[in-house]
């Protein structure tokens, strides 16, 4: 069963966690080229990778539970833990910014070309990849 949650866990990271982290960096071109459709499905991606992202925080609490000896109570768990949480509520924002940018770019409005979104979404999804960055450090070293 550890194994199988273990296989879910890992699963679940490699296939949300790597195209959220792409979309968001391939955002900012997207929006600069002012290709509406691209920034579209960019955003699209980054919903619904965002939720499915939420497999690998509940596989991963199921399997510290499983495999007990307070395991979840350990500090480099909590961290990691509270920094996906933080992942989280900036996909969210990423997520705001880019509905923005559709609607800036698809407006008739000159003045209004998505640029503030541009610079957001460039410095959370480069947040986010430290963010991810640690957390696989997390999972990884203090364990060993």
């Known amino acids: 069963m550890t194994d199988l949650l ?16 792409a979309a968001t960096h391939a ?3 997207a929006i600069r080229t002012k290709n509406v459709p691209v920034v ?5 991606m980054t919903r619904i990778y965002s939720v499915g992202s ?3 925080l509940v596989f991963g ?3 510290g539970v499983v495999m007990g000896g ?3 109570g350990e500090w480099y768990m909590t ?3 509270t920094l996906f949480l933080v992942a989280v509520v ?3 924002i990423v997520d705001r910014d880019l509905r923005g940018a559709v609607q800036a770019l698809e407006s008739e409005e000159a003045d209004d070309d998505a640029k503030v979104q541009i610079g957001r979404i460039a410095a959370i999804s480069g947040l986010l990849t430290v963010i991810w960055l640690v957390i696989l450090f997390l999972m990884v070293v203090p364990g060993s």
């Open 90 to 92: 900036l996909l969210v």
């Open 54 to 56: 939420l497999g690998v």
């Open 70 to 72: 307070g395991l979840l």
């Open 79 to 81: 961290a990691s833990m």
């Open 27 to 29: 955002a900012p071109r």
């Open 61 to 63: 609490i199921v399997l």
């Open 6 to 21: 273990l296989w879910l866990h890992i699963g679940f990271a490699i296939f949300t966690i790597g195209p959220i982290t």
């Open 40 to 44: 579209r499905t960019i955003q699209r």
